[in-house]
């Protein structure tokens, strides 16, 4: 694997070019962190881990972050960069936005502002454990509490009122993926862990695209906390879920 750094459509980041992969497909990869903290260089291993096992390029976007940045910036970012993928030569159907966490909010979002822009939007998304839920109030914020390692709903509040301000409205589709229209939205690929406490946000991100006929794979990693993935190389669960990832992403 080699990372190097670069500047893509304005926005700083990471590559990770495995050796041998198709430089024709690109992973491009929003972190995960709040959307205030975290990084290309903090989330480069995960996306490295998952570009070699789909045998293609990442590149992970160092987007502006909260509270210096509110929302829509780190979509405007995001769409930036697939802009200039394409410009660049990269036909939109072999770029795929993917994100963990917040991150996956982001992966969902960038693909929906692109729809809305009437442009044509990557092949695919690939959401893990994604926040989407800026209203706070998902059932499994409660019956999962004692067994989320991670995540409290007060962690989430300080987080929302970071990147949404006073301003936002939490049930804006672009802030909040489970209030739009996913109409047109390419194939998607979903995980969460059973015990963490945004296990419904997947679940009900599944029921909403599904029912506007989106085709979604919803993978729940049994006895796994948020963003599992995150143990690639070093869990035979997680190498198992990118060899499945990697199965559903050559279907296309």
Not at 35 to 52: E, Q, T, Y
Not at 79 to 101: K, N, R, Y
Not at 161 to 172: E, F, H, K, R, Y
């Amino acid at each position: 694997m080699t990372y190097r750094e670069d500047t893509v459509g304005g926005v700083p980041g990471i590559w990770c070019l495995p050796q041998g992969a198709d430089a024709s497909k690109v992973l491009l990869y929003t972190h995960g962190g709040g959307f205030a903290v975290g990084s290309a260089s903090s989330h480069r291993k995960l996306a490295g881990h998952v570009a070699k096992a789909l045998g293609v390029v990442s590149f992970v976007l160092d987007y502006r972050r909260a509270p210096e940045f509110g929302h829509p910036a780190q979509i405007e970012d995001g769409v930036a960069v697939f802009d200039a993928l394409v410009a660049d030569g990269i036909a939109p159907q072999d770029v795929t936005t993917i994100g963990d966490s917040a991150g996956g909010n982001l992966a969902i979002s960038i693909a929906l502002a692109l729809l809305q822009q009437g442009k044509q939007g990557p092949g695919s998304v690939i959401a893990f454990s994604p926040w989407l839920d800026m209203e706070n109030k998902g059932e499994t914020l409660v019956t999962n509490d004692a067994t989320d390692a991670l995540i409290t709903p007060e962690l989430l509040a300080g987080m929302i009122a970071g990147v949404l301000g006073d301003t936002i409205d939490p049930t804006t589709p672009l802030a909040n993926p489970l209030y739009a229209d996913f109409t047109g939205f390419p194939r998607l690929f979903v995980t969460a862990g059973s015990v963490e406490s945004l296990l419904d946000n997947a679940t009900r991100l599944q029921e909403r695209a599904e029912s506007a006929g989106v085709d979604v794979t919803l993978s729940i990693g049994e006895g796994q906390q948020h963003v599992y993935p995150f143990l690639a190389g070093r869990s035979a669960l997680v190498d198992a879920e990118l060899a499945k990832l990697a199965a559903w992403y050559r279907r296309k």
